[in-house]
């Protein structure tokens, strides 16, 4: 079992970065996918990134490719997302999760979700 805590949130301007972290509680996260997805006001919670147990597997929605990257660093039990180029559609509460299964997105299931971090960024 993990327990998910994000980290890093913050207000920046269009074109700003901001690192989100994922620490994670348990001796088993090595063995967990790890997700990033995230939820803008009145709209459903969409997937943004995955990283698979080893980091061999990346897979990005098409909207952030080129400018966000997933990483973790298993000895210290935590994920990352930079965030680099933000738009103001970035805007929304990021969710970090842990799943047993393959990092593809459309088969991905988390167990475990953080309580999320808010990202805001303006034009």
């Known amino acids: 079992q993990v327990q998910p805590v994000e980290s890093g949130g913050g207000s920046v301007q269009a074109g700003a970065s901001l690192r989100l972290s994922c620490a994670a509680s348990?001796?088993?996260?090595?063995?967990?996918?790890m997700g990033w997805f995230r939820q803008a006001p009145g709209k459903e919670r969409e997937f943004v990134a995955t990283?698979?147990?080893?980091?061999?597997?990346?897979y990005y929605v098409d909207s952030v490719k080129g400018r966000f990257t997933i990483s973790r660093d298993n000895a210290k039990n935590t994920v990352y997302l930079q965030m680099n180029s933000l738009k103001p559609e970035d805007t929304a509460v990021y969710f970090c999760a842990a799943g047993r299964g393959i990092a593809v997105p459309s088969t991905f299931r988390p167990d475990y979700w953080g309580q999320g971090t808010q990202v805001t960024v303006s034009s």
């Open positions: 990283i698979s147990a080893g980091s061999s597997n990346k």
């Open positions: 348990g001796r088993t996260f090595s063995s967990y996918t």
